[in-house]
T-cell receptor
Framework: NAGVTQTPKFQVLKTGQSMTLQCAQD?????MSWYRQDPGMGLRLIHY???????DQGEVPNGYNVSRSTTEDFPLRLLSAAPSQTSVYFC?????????????FGQGTRLTVV | AQTVTQSQPEMSVQEAETVTLSCTYD???????LFWYKQPPSRQMILVIR??????QNATENRFSVNFQKAAKSFSLKISDSQLGDAAMYFC?????????????FGTGTRLKVLA
């Protein structure tokens, strides 16, 4: 009954460092996406994937890379961390063929870039 | 482009009372879904209630109900008999019903405080 699992839950990075936020789901969902949550701005879409091998950009993709080699995993890579990337990151998934289903979210990763 | 607006950054309600959180949206589509998500201090995003735009009947889930006014593009959440556990950030979200749609549009959230 794991659902969507994100690791780590907290991370502090120095400016210029790179890292990967992990996201895994065990529900065989086709759609996966990454959002960032900033105070007063709600959640904004970074990247998304509609299936293994298929990814595309969302609203705020700059500074982030993604790949989707399997249905289960959708890692988010920060190439060179900047203080503007300090945020809470959420991974979400949902079935692709069922229009009326909601998105299932991970517990989030709080990232601080100093 | 679609937008979602939550004009109340913060609301307070006395325990056992009723509170309504407001949400308006803008879209040119006729078929879509609307959601209310709850985010407690644990950060977990929890679905509270969902409304399909083609359904005229307002959705209800126990103490939670919505007032969906499609013509006015309004989607408010009513919480009855408020409990301390209802204290959280609440997000209104929109998603198109078009096939292949992946993107949720979120409002900026309303922080609900429940007073004992």
């Amino acid at each position: 009954n794991a659902g969507v699992t994100q690791t780590p839950k907290f991370q502090v990075l120095k400016t210029g460092q790179s890292m990967t936020l992990q996201c895994a789901q065990d529900m065989n969902h086709e759609y996966m996406s990454w959002y960032r949550q900033d105070p007063g701005m709600g959640l904004r879409l970074i990247h998304y994937s509609v299936g293994a091998g298929i990814t595309d950009q969302g609203e705020v993709p700059n500074g982030y890379n993604v790949s989707r080699s399997t249905t289960e995993d959708f890692p988010l890579r920060l190439l060179s961390a900047a203080p503007s990337q300090t945020s809470v990151y959420f991974c979400a998934s949902r079935p692709g063929g069922q229009l009326n289903t909601e998105a299932f979210f991970g517990q989030g990763t709080r990232l601080t870039v100093v | 482009a679609q937008t979602v607006t939550q004009s109340q950054p913060e609301m307070s309600v006395q325990e056992a009372e009723t509170v309504t959180l407001s949400c308006t949206y803008d879209t040119s589509e006729s078929d879509y879904y609307l959601f209310w998500y709850k985010q407690p201090p644990s950060r977990q995003m929890i679905l509270v209630i969902r409304q399909e735009a083609y359904k005229q009947q307002n959705a209800t889930e126990n103490r939670f109900s919505v007032n969906f006014q499609k013509a006015a593009k309004s989607f408010s959440l009513k919480i009855s008999d408020s409990q301390l556990g209802d204290a959280a950030m609440y997000f209104c979200a929109y998603r198109s019903a078009s096939s292949g749609t992946y993107k949720y549009i979120f409002g900026t959230g309303t922080r609900l405080k429940v007073l004992a």
